[in-house]
């Protein structure tokens, strides 16, 4: 078990170009989130995946943002049209149903820069 | 819905000494969870330390502990002797107990900087 990890590290692009993230979970791990960190800023709830299923979105997620989380395994967040407004750092999380506190061990992130 | 406030920007400490960063948040639940956890630049966050709301003990993690003042609705994190590692960006985080998601809250963030 190596932990949460995230591909790519690091993403340039163009506005108005698509870009495709991916979060591999800690193997028995259930639950995935991906959060969005401005700079100097806290995280920020995107979205949350039990298994396969994408129980909660937040108003922050809108229609050009997907993401999807197949067979309960990894899971891919997608924006469409990126706008420069979504440079960040995106965060994926995992933690497993039926820990005391569902403690969640972050990935290293995924750093994008709309140019 | 619940808030989570760090007052402190940026907080510095000689190493060796000890320091308090604060946390302030805002709920009208009487049952969650409360978090730090540490950024260091360029790495992935890490848990400092957890606190359940229902337990009235304060938390403690090695150099690492909290105080927790539930009906002040205050959590601070105390780190003593200060080592150069410490030095990274702490968030104070806030989860519902109530939540089926567990997602976090997150305040902005306090900059910790360990001088030699």
């Known amino acids: 078990d190596t932990g949460v990890s995230q591909d790519p590290r690091h993403k340039i692009t163009k506005r108005g170009q698509n870009v495709t993230f991916r979060c591999d979970p800690i193997?028995?791990?259930?639950?995935l989130y991906w959060y969005r960190q401005t700079l100097g800023q806290g995280p920020e709830f995107l979205t949350y995946f039990q298994n396969e299923a994408q129980l909660e979105k937040s108003r922050l997620l809108s229609d050009r943002f997907s993401a999807e989380r197949p067979k309960g395994s990894f899971s891919t967040l997608e924006i469409q049209r990126t706008e420069q407004g979504d440079s960040a750092m995106y965060l994926c999380?995992?933690?497993?149903?039926?820990?005391?506190?569902?403690?969640?061990?972050f990935g290293p992130g995924t750093r994008l820069t709309v140019t | 819905a619940q808030t989570v406030t760090q007052s402190q920007p940026e907080m510095s400490v000689q190493e060796a000494e000890t320091v308090t960063l604060s946390c302030t948040y805002d709920t009208s639940e009487s049952d969650y969870y409360l978090f730090w956890y540490k950024q260091p630049p360029s790495r992935q966050m890490i848990l400092v330390i957890r606190?359940?709301?229902?337990?009235?003990q304060n938390a403690t993690e090695n150099r690492f502990s909290v105080n927790f003042q539930k009906a002040a609705k205050s959590f601070s994190l105390k780190i003593s002797d200060s080592q150069l590692g410490d030095a990274a960006m702490y968030f104070c985080a806030y989860r519902s107990a109530s939540s089926n998601t567990g997602k976090l809250i997150f305040g902005q963030g306090t900059t910790l900087q360990v001088k030699p």
């Open positions: 606190q359940e709301a229902y337990k009235q």
């Open positions: 999380a995992s933690s497993r149903f039926g820990t005391v506190s569902y403690e969640q061990y």
């Open positions: 193997s028995e791990h259930n639950r």
